[in-house]
């Protein structure tokens, strides 16, 4: 039986990033985070991080989840890819408005990490524009028949149950899958520019027969409620994964600037490099504070909060591209070389502004936020 404290399972946290950092860069070259990293994970409390405690899980609250998505995320991208899969896309999801029957059965397993899940909406030709996917279901008897393809699956090399979206002449719904259920295949994909060892791949689904017990929400709820809320809780974690990138990255910059002497001078006395180095602190400050004001306002229940999070998700992102790409110029060529972390953050820190709806999605999203909210009347 694992600790539930908050200050406890930070703790436990600290300790598992402190270890996992030094061979993230190895994970990330072998494109595999190895079963014991993620048993680690499970039996630590921390896939089942944001499920309430009735359903077997830690029930942090918001603040609680991002603090520790900044620790994971910190040590290893990869890593924390799959606390924002499993955790917030699928079992948060899941621990919100589904039936008691679909919580009974799917609940406590990935609270507890005995069952990994992953999040299947993507394919080759829908992407932002994911409603118009071609994943296809139809009714027959007592069960749901799946046809279609979906791409970029992270986890889906490792996962055992995928929630799946798929369209019925523009009907989207949410099914689970279990992975042993017949005609489902998994092609691992590779070469991707970060979270390489996600064991990312694709999903080929080919006559899947669902029960009808496995729907998520009922008829039509895929997308307007399943997919919206799954991203919502995904944008929170992926907002806290910029500002741990970020984070990193400017301690790879400071450090290097202290040390590293041109002109007879260390570098972090130029007046240039200072510039990047104030840039990056103020950034990631500013990245912090909008992911706390998000989490105060989940916590809340706000009505403000879906905005909050697009702005965090948006920012956040932002500021890690931009520092871990000013990471990369203070340490010059080393910075570009993997025998430091710079050009690892540097890529990880590029995938946060596609992942969970990319950058421009947020800006479209924001600006009818804006227009709304800000437009003076009459
Ligand atoms: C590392 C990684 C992990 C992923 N994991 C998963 C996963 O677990 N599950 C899953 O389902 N998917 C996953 N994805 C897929 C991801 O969600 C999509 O890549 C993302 O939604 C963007 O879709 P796309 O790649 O088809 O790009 P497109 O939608 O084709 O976009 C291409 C470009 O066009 C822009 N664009 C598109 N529409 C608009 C618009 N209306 N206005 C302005 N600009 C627009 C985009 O911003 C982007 O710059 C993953 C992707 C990556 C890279």
Redesign the pocket.
């Given at each position: 039986m694992v600790d539930r404290s908050s200050d406890a399972v930070l703790e436990r946290a600290r300790a598992f990033a402190a270890e996992l950092a030094p061979r993230a860069a190895k994970f990330d070259r072998e494109e595999h985070l190895p079963r014991e990293v993620v048993e680690r994970m499970a039996d630590s409390g921390f896939l089942g991080a944001t499920v309430p405690v009735e359903w077997g899980g830690l029930g942090l609250t918001p603040l609680e989840y991002g603090e520790l998505t900044e620790v994971i995320g910190k040590a290893c991208a990869s890593t924390r890819a799959l606390l924002t899969?499993h955790t917030s896309l699928v079992a948060e999801t899941l621990a919100g408005r589904t039936s008691r029957r679909i919580k009974e059965k799917y609940l406590p397993d990935l609270a507890s990490g005995r069952r990994i899940a992953?999040?299947?909406?993507?394919e080759a030709d829908a992407?932002?524009?994911a409603e118009g996917m071609s994943t296809r279901y139809v009714k027959k008897d007592d069960v749901f028949v799946l046809d279609g393809h979906?791409k970029?699956?992270?986890f889906a090399g490792i996962a055992d149950v995928f929630l799946v979206f798929a369209t019925d002449n523009g009907t989207v719904s949410a099914f689970l899958v279990d992975r042993e259920t017949p005609g489902v295949e998994i092609r691992p994909m590779s070469g991707?520019l970060?979270?390489r060892a996600a064991h990312?791949a694709e999903v080929v689904l080919s006559g899947v027969e669902v029960p009808a017990e496995n729907l998520v929400s009922g008829i039509g709820a895929g997308f307007a409620f399943v997919a919206n809320t799954a991203l919502f809780h995904g944008r929170y974690s992926i907002a806290w994964a910029g500002v741990a990138l970020a984070q990193a990255a400017l301690e790879e910059m400071c450090t290097y600037a202290a040390r590293r002497v041109q002109f007879g001078s260390r570098i972090g006395s130029f007046q240039l490099v200072q510039r990047m180095i104030a840039d990056a602190v103020t950034g990631v400050s500013a990245a912090r504070e909008l992911c706390r004001r998000a989490g105060r306002l989940r916590a809340e229940r706000s009505p403000e909060v879906i905005a909050a999070t697009n702005i965090a998700k948006y920012f956040s992102s932002t500021v890690a591209c931009r520092v871990t790409s000013d990471a990369v110029q203070v340490l010059g060529g080393n910075g570009c070389w993997n025998g430091y972390p710079a050009e690892r953050l540097f890529r990880e820190a590029k995938?946060l502004e596609?992942?969970?709806?990319?950058?421009?999605?947020q800006q479209?999203l924001i600006a009818d936020f804006g227009l709304t909210t800000f437009t003076k009347k009459g």
């Open positions: 899969v992953c999040f299947a909406l993507s992407g932002s524009d979906k970029w699956i992270s991707m970060g979270n990312m995938i596609i992942i969970e709806g990319t950058s421009q999605v479209t």
